[in-house]
């Protein structure tokens, strides 16, 4: 193959044109709104601004260049200060591959080349505007490496099962997206900031002649709203997502105005995390999250930083489904021994005595304050309850673990193999020892840094069942 330096494409220019605006943006909103600079001065400013900027693109575009051997990857920066990055092809975990809408004509992509070594957040390499099939040609330079010089015909990347989240389950994923709260509380909060007072004022007469009919249509509007941004956020974030299995690498493509593609090494996956929500739950569905080892890239906008397997599918096939994916870890429908049933009174303690005192308090201060921190208290016993009900565990096959406990508003599963565990941590207190309970933390590798699954109050007879028959085995 040829392996002379290459330009990139150059509608890189208007990448590089866009990444200099945002650099420059709090500059350009601090000359915009400062009453004191004259409509001259803000406009001399401005084309001052795009000038530099379209300038330095045009001489990125010029200096910025790539080159593919056989042995590696290279990429050039520099005019004065020279950058080369050299990265050979069994070091690459992760390839991201970008589509912006404004690349589709030209068919061309953005790589993002990710190895164990990438500083946390960012990629070690980007390949900015590149022809499409760039990933396929490093993807073959890739399973050569690993196949130690392997007849191109034996590396030939041969599909083998995929999943394709339906527009169905992507309608039902957002309904119950509760992420969407958060989003629409924070627009909320910022047109109260901003809208002047004379608007909530007309408002407020409006809302005293009207009370109920007013009360109702604010009701339905902001149910609406929330719906219409959950249906957006995740058409923009899931639109066409499909995983496919080649070999022993998956691929997962998703995204609507930024179309993305990233290559995953199933080496790299440290465990598998089967998300039980109460609100899919009605419908029959979990989701499949990934947790990997090694730098990812921080996504921008609405996209999620969690790696999806499944986003969402039915619960009845979500174990099989898995094993297809993930063969070499052996994941089975676990059958969960449930370790807290008994032991309410350790989840209720701290939740009852200091929620008794915040109601007191607020009680004194406020009858309404006080209501209020009631039934938040009653709101944390609640989930307190459900998570004591829930808290268990599984072991399949001595070499599988499957912990399961329930945070938020979701029952979630953690599968992990051992040799992707770092660590196994057991604790208690003077007065927990007494009675034979214990802690216990298993370690793991998550992006860049280290992270942990636990189960708490449990009987001395599971940890050490856990330690015996899982970590020692």
């Known amino acids: 193959m040829s392996s002379e330096r290459r330009k990139f494409h150059p509608s890189v220019m208007i990448v590089h044109f866009i990444k200099g605006i945002r650099k420059w943006l709090f500059f350009i909103i601090i000359v915009v709104i400062d009453k004191d600079n004259t409509l001259a001065l803000e406009l001399v400013a401005i084309s001052a601004i795009l000038v530099i900027v379209m300038i330095t693109s045009l001489v990125k575009y010029f200096t910025y260049t790539y080159q593919l051997t056989m042995q590696k990857i290279i990429v050039y920066k520099g005019i004065i200060k020279k950058k080369e990055t050299d990265i050979s092809y069994d070091r ?201 080892m090694g730098g990812q890239e921080k996504e921008e906008g609405l996209a999620s930083e969690k790696i999806f397997l499944f986003p969402l599918i039915r619960t009845r096939i979500v174990y099989k489904k898995i094993a297809e994916f993930l063969p070499e870890m052996g994941i089975i429908e676990p059958d969960i021994h449930l370790v807290t049933k008994e032991k309410l009174w350790y989840f209720w303690r701290w939740t009852l005595l200091m929620g008794l005192l915040s109601i007191i308090g607020g009680w004194l201060l406020n009858r309404w304050i006080g209501l209020i921190l009631l039934i938040l208290v009653l709101l944390l016993l609640i989930h307190q309850w459900v998570k004591s009900q829930k808290q268990g565990y599984a072991i399949q096959n001595n070499q599988i673990l499957c912990l399961q406990q329930f945070n938020g508003f979701s029952t979630t599963q953690l599968f992990i193999t051992k040799r992707n565990v770092q660590s196994f941590t057991i604790s208690s207190t003077k007065w927990l020892i007494e009675k034979n309970i214990s802690h216990i933390q298993f370690w793991f590798k998550s992006g860049d840094s280290s992270t942990y699954f636990n189960l708490r109050f449990i009987k001395n007879e599971d940890e050490q069942f856990i330690y015996k028959d899982f970590w020692l085995y």
Do not use: C
Not at 116 to 145: C, K, N, Y
Not at 178 to 183: A, E, G, T, Y
Not at 242 to 259: I, N, P, W
Not at 261 to 281: D, F, S, W, Y
């Open 92 to 292: 690459i975990q992760t390839i991201k591959q970008r589509q912006w809408f404004f690349f589709k004509p030209f068919k061309v992509v953005e790589l993002l080349i990710e190895t164990a070594s990438s500083t946390p957040g960012e990629a070690e390499a980007s390949l900015t505007a590149v022809d499409s099939s760039l990933l396929e040609t490093i993807e073959q330079l890739r399973t050569f490496s690993r196949s130690n010089n392997k007849d191109s015909e034996e590396i030939a990347l041969v599909p083998s099962v995929s999943f394709t989240l339906s527009n169905k389950q992507l309608f039902i994923y957002s309904l119950t997206d509760l992420s969407v709260f958060l989003v629409f509380g924070t627009i909320v909060t910022f047109l109260i900031e901003w809208v002047p007072d004379i608007f909530f004022s007309e408002v407020e007469l409006w809302v005293n002649h009207l009370q109920w009919v007013v009360s109702l249509f604010i009701f339905l509007f902001g149910l609406v709203a929330i719906i219409l941004l959950a249906i957006i956020k995740n058409v923009i974030s899931f639109h066409r997502f499909k995983v496919t299995l080649q070999e022993e690498t998956l691929s997962v493509d998703y995204g609507l105005l930024e179309r993305k593609t990233q290559k995953i090494p199933l080496e790299k996956i440290q465990a598998v995390k089967v998300h039980k929500q109460l609100l899919r739950n009605l419908f029959g569905m979990s989701s499949v999250e990934l947790i990997l």
